[in-house]
Structure formats: structure tokens, C-alpha cells
T-cell receptor, first 111, second 116 residues
Framework: KQEVTQIPAALSVPEGENLVLNCSFT??????LQWFRQDPGKGLTSLLL?????REQTSGRLNASLDKSSGRSTLYIAASQPGDSATYLC??????????FGTGTQLKVEL | EAGVAQSPRYKIIEKRQSVAFWCNPI?????LYWYQQILGQGPKLLIQ????????DSQLPKDRFSAERLKGVDSTLKIQPAKLEDSAVYLC??????????????FGEGSWLTVV
């Protein structure tokens, strides 16, 4: 059974700082890994999708990496802004088109 | 392109009452998912449809939860009778079935349930 863990559970940083969120998974037989953002009272917004054959994906200030063999992914956020405050979730897609989520990292970027 | 639509957005019911949530996926998306997200936790898959067939309902509490997707488009999720621990947000999502291994999953804004 796939298990996804995210560390840290919560993070508070000053504006402008670069930061890294971590995601680990137990079963490396995945098709892809997706990072989501969830704002309070809202649904999930997809940020980046990394295929199992890829090492990283970039979108603006976000960069996600994937090391499938070691079961790890990181989400790098450059020059953080207060608007980046949200919960970040990673999810892996495995066999049977099944998506398994981590518990999320709650990020607060302070002025 | 319209996103995943869900209703109602918020619902408060007493325990032992029933509730139903509705979802309309993105047009053309064959796969539809219902997730339960309890506060402070990641979403947990309740049921997954491909067109109007069930692919995975292994974590659906079938004694009180039911879901259907008639005609392979809209879906409803019902809880009867509700328990206090059912308080959560119910997220609907959809994705293209074709080349699903590489496709993004899109989520609706969720239906927030409070059972008192």
C-alpha cells in the first residue's frame, strides 16, 4: 500500500526567502507525481505534474524535482511572497490510476 | 473551459440525517473521483468512476455512503445516516481517461459538511 509523507507539517518563513518542501513515498512504482496548492476553504489547484521519466518541472518561481528510485520529491519556491501562504500537497499516481495524497505542508510567508 | 462544479458548497446537518452532494466534471473527462478530506489531513479516495463504472470503492463506508454516476457524466455522493466523524470536505475531481498516466487531475472547490 502506497504511503506518502510530507515534511515539515508546517513552516513559517519571512518574505523573500527560498524554501523547500519535501515529499516521500514508499512504493516507487508510480506513473507521476503532482504538487497541489490548497487555500483555506478552497479546493486543490494543480501546480506541477512530473512524469516518472522526468527529473524536474518548473513553473515560474516553482521547481519540483523527482527521484523515483529513492521515493522522494521536493518543491522549491524561490523568493517567497505572502501570497504563497497555503497548504501544499503532493500526490503520487500509481497502478489503477490511483492517486495517493500526503498530509500536506502548511506554509505561512510573513511580511 | 469550465472547471469541476460541486454543490452545495456548505451543509450543516444533524447526526443521523442524510445529505447528498453533486458533482459535474470537466467536459470529456471520463474518470471521476470523490475524496474525503478531514481537517488537517490529506484527501482520502472514497470512490473512483471510469465513465459510469466503479473502478475503486475500497475505502467507501458502504453501510452509510453511496455514490452513482448515471450516464457517465454527473455524479452524486450520499451519506445516510450521517455521523459526527463524517464532518469533512468532500472533493470531486476529474481527469481524462485517455493516457491517464500522464494527465493532470482537476479538483472542484469542495462541499463542506458539518455534522452536529
Amino acid at each position: 500500500k502506497q504511503e506518502v509523507t510530507q515534511i515539515p507539517a508546517a513552516l513559517s518563513v519571512p518574505e523573500g526567502e527560498n524554501l523547500v518542501l519535501n515529499c516521500s513515498f514508499t512504493d516507487s512504482a508510480i506513473y507521476n507525481l503532482q504538487w497541489f496548492r490548497q487555500d483555506p476553504g478552497k479546493g486543490l489547484t494543480s501546480l506541477l505534474l512530473i512524469q516518472s521519466s522526468q527529473r524536474e518541472q518548473t513553473s515560474g518561481r516553482l521547481n519540483a524535482s523527482l527521484d523515483k528510485s529513492s521515493g522522494r520529491s521536493t518543491l522549491y519556491i524561490a523568493a517567497s511572497q505572502p501570497g504563497d501562504s497555503a497548504t501544499y500537497l503532493c500526490a503520487v499516481r500509481g497502478g489503477g490510476n490511483k492517486l495517493t495524497f500526503g498530509t500536506g505542508t502548511q506554509l505561512k510567508v510573513e511580511l | 473551459e469550465a472547471g469541476v462544479a460541486q454543490s452545495p458548497r456548505y451543509k450543516i446537518i444533524e447526526k443521523r440525517q442524510s445529505v447528498a452532494f453533486w458533482c459535474n466534471p470537466i467536459s470529456g473527462h471520463a474518470t471521476l473521483y470523490w475524496y474525503q478530506q478531514i481537517l488537517g489531513q490529506g484527501p482520502k479516495l472514497l470512490i473512483q468512476f471510469q465513465n459510469n463504472g466503479v473502478v475503486d470503492d475500497s475505502q467507501l463506508p458502504k453501510d452509510r455512503f453511496s455514490a452513482e454516476r448515471l450516464k457517465g457524466v454527473d455524479s452524486t455522493l450520499k451519506i445516510q445516516p450521517a455521523k459526527l466523524e463524517d464532518s469533512a470536505v468532500y472533493l470531486c475531481a476529474s481527469s481524462l481517461d485517455r493516457a491517464w498516466q500522464s494527465n493532470t487531475i482537476y479538483f472542484g472547490e469542495g462541499s463542506w459538511l458539518t455534522v452536529v
